[in-house]
């Protein structure tokens, strides 16, 4: 697949990250294969994860196609930069052209990357996740990476302003490792294992986060159960249930 679009970007985003120096841990970049398909199942706290995700795979010098949905791909400003990038589009009227695009990258060596909860988790914390993931890793037969992003909820998420230009702030991107998904699996206990999977991981890089907030109102990135303002899981679903379909 020829990239003419997509190692520009990425050095701009490196040469912007040093900009801000933001401080920029990836633990576990051992997990992702220098080569041949695999799946990566990301959390998903920020708008901006897919940016960091990718970065997670920059050690094996692998490019991540994302899948996401469809309304990204049509917009002026966006659409040309995902197409370049050879991204996946996902039509929620059509999910089955959008799966088999990318059975088909994974069969031709490519790294396709699942943001499983489907939207950004207000809790910070993992929601239900979806079972593609696994499905796709076990028709494709290659490996299924978790991997979490943690950190950048501070620039930019759902329902709070966008800071992006602030600077020197930490960003955790754990990889733990693979899991190898068969066709003969339990999908069912495939999914409920990819959840404790990026639990785990989750909230070993929360518990291990370099920064804590600087004082109460500084304290909503922090999920409730670790005394931060976050909403609960509870009121984060009651707070997805009443926001508008189309929101990421």
Not at 13 to 22: E, M, N, P, S
Request: with cysteine; aromatic share 6%.
């Amino acid at each position: 697949m020829s990239d003419i679009v997509y190692p520009p970007v990425v050095a701009a985003a490196k040469v912007l990250f040093r900009v801000l120096d933001l401080r920029i841990r990836i633990d576990g970049e051992q997990h992702i294969p220098p080569a041949g398909g695999a799946v990566i199942a990301c959390n998903h706290v920020s708008y901006l994860d897919f940016v960091f995700c990718g970065l997670g795979a920059q050690p094996a010098h692998r490019l991540v196609r994302f899948m996401a949905k469809k309304e990204v791909f049509d917009n002026r400003m966006s659409g040309p930069l995902m197409r370049g990038m050879h991204h996946i589009p996902v039509d929620r009227d059509a999910g089955l052209a959008s799966y088999r695009q990318a059975l088909r990258a994974l069969q031709d060596g490519e790294v396709v990357g699942v943001f499983p909860e489907a939207t950004i988790s207000r809790s910070f914390t993992i929601k239900d996740v979806k079972s593609g993931a696994p499905r796709m890793a076990a028709s494709a037969g290659v490996p299924l990476i978790p991997m979490v992003v943690w950190g950048s909820q501070r620039l930019w998420t759902k329902g709070r302003p966008r800071t992006l230009t602030r600077r020197h702030v930490p960003i955790t991107i754990a990889i733990g490792e693979p899991m190898s998904p068969q066709r003969s699996d339990n999908q069912e206990a495939l999914t409920t294992e990819l959840r404790t999977r990026l639990s785990g991981l989750l909230d070993r890089a929360q518990r291990d986060y370099p920064d804590r907030p600087a004082g109460p109102e500084d304290s909503w990135w922090l999920p409730a159960h670790l005394g931060g303002s976050a909403p609960t899981p509870e009121e984060a679903a009651a707070l997805d249930a009443a926001a508008p379909s189309t929101q990421l």
